[in-house]
């Protein structure tokens, strides 16, 4: 089975930046879709950004134009460039993979961004 571990994550002000990464250990199928999702306090967990094995991405409306994700099959690792940080956007980031032989979730990795 595949697993996940995220790294990344602390503390920044409004308008920097943090890169996450999330890298897989286990098979990975050829035909996979991970991404990360976000839960804020007492909030609920919402994607943020999906890619799959086509290159093919997805961003929710809120992260658009400021974040980027990536992946790299060799290394078996996805990451997300956050540019231009919010408040809004302190929450918990869980990294996801599914495929048809499989689903995992990360751990999750705290992104606070405050002045």
């Known amino acids: 089975q595949v697993q996940l571990v995220e790294s990344g994550g602390g503390l920044v002000q409004p308008g920097g930046s943090l890169r996450l990464s999330c890298a897989a250990s286990?098979?990975?199928?050829?035909?996979?879709?991970m991404g990360w999702y976000r839960q804020a306090p007492g909030g609920q967990r919402d994607m943020v950004a999906t890619?799959?094995?086509?290159?093919?991405?997805d961003y929710a409306d809120s992260v658009k134009g400021r974040f980027t994700i990536s992946k790299d099959n060799a290394k078996k690792s996805v990451a997300l460039q956050m540019n231009s940080l919010k408040p809004e956007d302190t929450a918990v980031y869980y990294c996801y993979y599914n495929s048809r032989t499989g689903r995992a979730w990360g751990q999750g990795t705290q992104v606070t961004v405050s002045s």
């Open positions: 286990g098979s990975i199928f050829s035909q996979f879709v």
């Open positions: 890619i799959n094995w086509t290159g093919g991405t």
